[in-house]
């Protein structure tokens, strides 16, 4: 079976990893553009803490999280153990003690259901802290030992490096998907027709330039967030859990000393990848409001990424409607680290003519082209 993967990003490079294990012939067809989310963005996977109201958004996010540690086994039996992914727990902090409260009590009702959430523990300010040195001293924490960090960037790479092991050819260029009035759809890569038996459009934030026919919009914008990466030089941050402060922001640290601190959530800057003074402020404010050690750290990067948004801020995930074969996955906003590599998983099943577990119909591109288009 010959399969056109369209992006190469943590869900394209998913996609044709677990395309190419179940004996596919896969293409990969990627533009490097600038700003990939993949490449810039922070991989908390934590969904158990989170707020939001969309059960159908946090059902993908958990089936995203739980089945990290089957895709790292997978990989690490094929011999790829460099996948940038792993366990350390995260902080929801707060300044009211109620809060922290609920929070807790939110995650451990998903735990009833979830035991990957872990264990869950209300920490004192002395608590939180000596887990996170430079948090300001007077705000308690929810601990929770579930989540964990992945580097996109790094998982990404590895699993490409699987895919192509198996036999998956990558090709650099600009591919245009067309639906015809009659169903039919068609993709070609800088001009030139590519024949295949299914395509699955991950395009991340590019994804509806792809898909060319205007009888099939998708509606899915970039979201442009500014992230910036600290050093602590000295500081051991092996350890250090994930810091959720209320709001959009975050923190995380990777073995290196470097502490990830963002991040905005831009809207109508269509692609301009370029580093504001207004968002530099706001990613840094925030970060040292929360956590006051991190004034005299350095700033060692500063990275830009379009997340690829859906208008009603639910994923696109399932067949288009009318047009046998052609498999859309993006949309997952900020949470793509999270779901991405499940997607992909989702969207090989699909393109091989099988039937997820899942049920996708929350997720129906149709629906969104339905209601938004």
Do not use: K
Request: net charge negative.
């Amino acid at each position: 079976m010959e399969i056109i993967v369209v992006g190469a990003g943590i869900v394209g490079a998913s996609t044709a990893y677990h395309l190419a294990a179940a004996g596919a012939r896969v293409t990969l067809v990627d533009r490097a553009d600038e700003g990939q989310a993949t490449a810039a963005g922070a991989g908390i996977v934590c969904p158990w803490l989170s707020r939001g109201t969309d059960p159908a958004r946090y059902r993908l996010a958990s089936a995203g999280a739980r089945y990290y540690p089957e895709l790292v086994g997978r990989l690490n039996a094929d011999g790829r153990s460099d996948t940038g992914y792993a366990r350390t727990g995260a902080l929801a902090v707060a300044g009211s003690a109620e809060r922290v409260r609920e929070s807790a009590e939110r995650a451990r009702r998903r735990r009833a259901d979830e035991p990957e959430v872990g264990e869950v523990t209300v920490l004192d300010p002395g608590e939180a802290r000596r887990l996170f040195p430079p948090l300001r001293d007077d705000w308690p924490a929810v601990h929770v030992t579930g989540a964990a960090r992945v580097d996109g960037a790094r998982l990404r790479d590895t699993m490409l490096a699987a895919a192509e092991r198996r036999g998956t050819v990558r090709r650099s260029g600009s591919a245009r998907v067309t639906v015809t009035e009659d169903g039919r759809w068609t993709v070609a890569v800088d001009g030139d027709a590519v024949p295949a038996d299914a395509v699955v459009l991950a395009a991340g934030a590019w994804s509806a330039g792809v898909l060319a026919s205007p009888a099939t919009p998708l509606p899915v914008v970039p979201q442009r967030g500014q992230i910036v990466h600290l050093r602590l030089p000295g500081a051991d941050t092996r350890r250090w859990p994930i810091v959720l402060p209320e709001g959009d922001h975050y923190m995380l640290a990777f073995d290196d000393s470097r502490i990830v601190v963002g991040a905005t959530r831009e809207h109508g800057t269509g692609f301009d990848h370029r580093v504001t003074a207004a968002g530099l402020r706001e990613v840094l404010d925030e970060a040292i409001s929360v956590a006051p050690g991190l004034a005299d750290a350095t700033v060692a990067d500063i990275r830009v990424g379009f997340r690829p948004a859906s208008l009603d801020e639910r994923p696109l995930l399932g067949a288009v409607a009318g047009a046998p074969g052609l498999i859309v996955a993006t949309g997952f906003g900020p949470t793509g680290l999270t779901m991405g590599p499940y997607a992909g998983a989702v969207a090989a099943e699909l393109a091989l003519g099988r039937t997820p577990e899942l049920d996708l119909s929350p997720y129906d591109p149709s629906r969104v082209v339905e209601g938004r288009g």
